[in-house]
């Protein structure tokens, strides 16, 4: 009787073992996170929302299989020290993720993270008592990898009007959200609203930024960039189109947050059962199922693993990761068939090209666009296009026949402008001398007489 309980103990100890395996998600090696939230702020307005977003966040990367590093309400001390931590950890990592909800400024096209006990009068303070996000970024690019940045800090911030105002002339370095940051290859940068505009807290638990990001982040299969067109038109409908998220991306392949359904558990659960709770009334019975544990059941065959769930809604992912340089000059050549006219094909992204996209945005709205920089995304999207979207432009000196432009022609006697007018040049004539001319002939006096040639 005795040998029977123990043994149904010692049954009943591995089972919850193996359960506690099967439910406990692991962290995926390669895969780390920075997560800080600030809400109390010790000398400003506190916020309501930031403690919220960031502590969910964690708790959805934990899920993912993130090793997260986390802080709430720290000061600047604490804060420093939770960066070198994680930046310790990343330098082996093949993905870094960075999420900041809270109060953030912008001074002079650089952005800076408001600790809660930050306490800024002049702008000497804003090294001693803030975090530059630029120090972060570049610690998170020394390594070849897939960094990702999420920042939720476009609050409207008291702290910025006081520093403005101790600016004097130079208060005009002072923005009201956050300024676009430069990424390196590999970076993407996610803001919760356009450059130099101030994002809402929102009314409920969760910002409207965060909100829509915790309802995508777990989507099978889904790619970062797709995921971010998601969480943009969410937010525009949630907020009547007043806040419109923005990202700057440079990532040269996929990445996806989940990559696929997980497979389906098989339990052996009713099988220990049977062994822990055997028919007592039959001595028999009991006695065969103690001894069947000395033999070593067989192997349950693998579950399938789940197929990646379909994206329906948007473009295959490009399945060959290629160069910054690459797309942007793929981005030309399709900019060029649609007839936006990006100029040399050459992979340079400079003004032409991004006054190209901007005539396409206007014309197709079907696109889009975060940001007027080149992604794999959005070359995606134009590759769906057909036909010439953008009108044929002529120059000033061209008219439009069909579908080509063609030299403009003058009547005879008559000139073409650079404006494109044609004109009747002024006829000049030469201002005739006063002097009179000089004669050939010589002419002398002799004897009072004078005698010509």
């Known amino acids: 009787m005795i040998g029977s309980v123990v043994l149904r103990a010692a049954i009943f100890a591995v089972a919850f073992v193996c359960a506690f395996a099967v439910f406990t998600a692991p962290a995926v090696a390669g ?19 930031p403690r919220n977003d960031a502590e969910a966040i964690s ?64 702008e000497a303070d804003l090294k001693f008592e803030t975090i530059n996000l630029t120090d972060i ?56 609203t356009q450059p130099g505009n101030v994002a809402l807290d929102g009314v409920g638990r969760h910002s409207p930024f965060t909100a829509a990001l915790l309802s995508h982040i777990a989507t099978p299969a889904l790619d970062v960039e797709i995921m971010m067109r998601r969480v943009r038109r969410d937010v525009m409908d949630q907020t ?20 696929q359904e997980d497979p389906p558990v098989v339990s052996d659960t009713p099988q220990i059962a049977a062994l822990v709770n055997p028919d007592l009334s039959d001595a028999p019975r009991q006695e065969t199922a103690a001894t069947s544990l000395d033999v070593r ?20 992912d490009v399945a060959v990761q290629v160069s910054a340089k690459e797309i942007a000059q793929r981005t030309q050549a ?50 769906q296009l057909e036909g010439r979207i953008c009108p044929l432009v002529c120059a000033a000196t061209e ?31 030469s201002r005739s001398n006063s002097r009179p001319t000089r004669s050939q002939s010589s002419c002398f006096q002799f004897n009072g007489q004078t005698f010509c040639n």
């Open 297 to 316: 059941p067989p192997e349950p065959a693998p579950a399938p693993l789940a197929e990646p769930a379909p994206v329906t809604d948007d473009l295959p």
């Open 59 to 122: 708790d959805a990367l934990t899920g993912l299989g993130f090793e997260v590093f986390d802080g709430f309400d720290l000061g600047r001390a604490a804060t420093e020290d939770l960066i070198r931590d994680f930046a310790r950890a990343a330098g082996d990592a093949t993905t870094a993720v960075l999420f900041y909800a809270g109060h953030g400024l912008e001074v002079g096209g650089v952005n800076y993270l408001v600790p809660v006990d930050a306490q800024i009068r002049d």
């Open 334 to 383: 399709e900019l060029n068939r649609l007839g936006c006219d990006a100029g040399v094909e050459d992979g340079i992204w400079g003004r032409k090209s991004r006054s190209a996209l901007e005539r396409l945005s206007e014309r197709a709205p079907d696109i889009v666009l975060a940001t007027l920089d080149p992604s794999e995304d959005l070359l995606r999207q134009m590759q």
């Open 137 to 192: 970024l570049q610690l998170m690019e020394r390594e070849n990898r897939t960094n990702l940045i999420f920042l939720d800090a476009c609050r409207d911030n008291p702290m910025a009007g006081n520093l403005a105002r101790s600016m004097g002339t130079r208060s005009a370095f002072v923005g009201r959200g956050l300024a676009r940051v430069d990424t390196g290859v590999g970076t993407m940068i996610a803001y919760a």
């Open 240 to 259: 009547a189109g007043q806040q419109v998220p923005w990202s700057s991306s440079s990532l040269t392949g996929s990445f996806a947050f989940k990559l």
């Open 399 to 429: 008219e439009l026949v069909g579908d080509s432009c063609v030299q403009k022609t003058c009547p005879a006697g008559q000139r073409l402008s650079s404006k494109g007018a044609c004109y009747t040049p002024q006829t000049t004539t």
């Open 31 to 49: 895969r780390v996170a920075l997560v800080l939230g600030n809400a109390n702020y010790e000398h400003t307005v506190p916020l309501a929302n």
